[in-house]
Nanobody
């Protein structure tokens, strides 16, 4: 079994910072792309940032220059550093990763359980 477990969400004031972490565990053969998505109440889930196994990144326009995605391949962990947070960043943040398990011949997309980020004064 493969699992993604997120941590680091919480309540922060506008202009503040948070760092999210997502650790993969289980019978993992290889991890490919990893990313963060978010879903605000009444809205569809949207991409926030993604990072390839080689370290190339891509961001939603709404978070460019404020958020930074990174990964530690040895720790099987992806991070999202969020600075200059705005109330409109309030959402449940989900980790996603394309992972090939030991028992599989192709990678499968896995999701974490989500972590709440609330930006409010």
């Amino acid at each position: 079994q493969v699992q993604l477990v997120e941590s680091g969400g919480g309540l922060v004031q506008p202009g503040g910072s948070l760092r999210l972490s997502c650790a993969a565990s289980g019978s993992i053969f290889r991890i490919y792309g990893m990313g963060w998505y978010r879903q605000a109440p009444g809205k569809q889930r949207e991409l926030v940032a993604v990072i390839t196994s080689g370290g190339s990144t891509n961001y939603a326009d709404s978070v460019k220059d404020r958020f930074t995605i990174s990964r530690d391949n040895a720790k099987k962990t992806v991070y999202l550093q969020m600075n200059s947070l705005k109330p409109e960043d309030t959402a449940v943040y989900y980790c996603n990763a394309d992972i090939r398990s030991v028992a599989a011949s192709v990678p499968v997309g896995y999701w974490g359980q989500g972590t709440q980020v609330t930006v409010s004064s």
